[in-house]
T-cell receptor, first 113, second 114 residues
Framework: DAKTTQPNSMESNEEEPVHLPCNHS???????IHWYRQLPSQGPEYVIH???SNVNNRMASLAIAEDRKSSTLILHRATLRDAAVYYC??????????????FGKGTLLTVNP | KAGVTQTPRYLIKTRGQQVTLSCSPI?????VSWYQQTPGQGLQFLFE???????NKGNFPGRFSGRQFSNSRSEMNVSTLELGDSALYLC?????????????FGEGSRLTVL
């Protein structure tokens, strides 16, 4: 499966926008880009996903580069509750059983009051 | 609706023992996947069960095994525990196979091996 690379940690101030980058230079044409986040003492939760076009939902926006080799998760106004580890993963939604669902270490986002 | 439930939440074992962890998925979900989370390796995939069949397995030794029952509840077992097995074990349920559907995670079972 294609691999993703994320910074180990990032810091932001409350009510400011946050841009979390993810590199996936070996992405294939059928790979969807998914983001999950893990709040302290909880299991990961789904944030957003996309294929080619930029996506928005109530939690965040996902900006995907034209060549799809990188993407950015955008939190428009960070709150203290957004402090979490953010995981960027690629998932081939064609199905099949030969896949690896590895989240890696993600990016630890610290939000300062 | 009720979320994914994992039991026990915390447990302590000694080296050489075995442990069984349980995961009850969201009602109607047929896929349960298991993950090991450690500070050094992050969140790693163990295996997935879908409709009582193991669909895929990560790169873990045979000491790690699992099964799924007809009501979709799943158990994972680790035999001959080693110190390095200390970790947070998470399970996730999905309506469709784990590599295609949105994953809903439980809060995890934290295992400490002494």
């Amino acid at each position: 499966d294609a691999k993703t690379t994320q910074p180990n940690s990032m810091e932001s101030n409350e009510e400011e926008p946050v841009h979390l980058p993810c590199n996936h230079s070996t992405i294939s044409g059928t790979d969807y880009i998914h983001w999950y986040r893990q709040l302290p003492s909880q299991g990961p939760e789904y944030v957003i996903h996309g294929l080619t076009s930029n996506v928005n939902n109530r939690m965040a926006s996902l900006a995907i580069a034209e060549d799809r080799k990188s993407s950015t998760l955008i939190l428009h106004r960070a709150t203290l509750r957004d402090a979490a580890v953010y995981y960027c993963i690629l998932r081939d939604l064609r199905g099949g059983s030969n896949y690896k669902l590895t989240f890696g270490k993600g990016t630890l986002l610290t939000v300062n009051p | 609706k009720a979320g994914v439930t994992q039991t026990p939440r915390y447990l302590i074992k000694t080296r050489g023992q075995q442990v069984t962890l349980s995961c009850s998925p969201i009602s109607g979900h047929r896929s349960v996947s298991w993950y090991q989370q450690t500070p050094g390796q992050g969140l790693q995939f163990l295996f997935e069960y879908f409709s009582e069949t193991q669909r895929n397995k990560g790169n873990f030794p045979g000491r790690f095994s699992g099964r799924q029952f007809s009501n979709s509840r799943s158990e994972m077992n680790v035999s001959t525990l080693e110190l390095g097995d200390s970790a947070l074990y998470l399970c996730a349920s999905s309506l469709v196979p784990a590599n295609t559907g949105e994953l809903f995670f439980g809060e995890g079972s934290r295992l400490t091996v002494l």
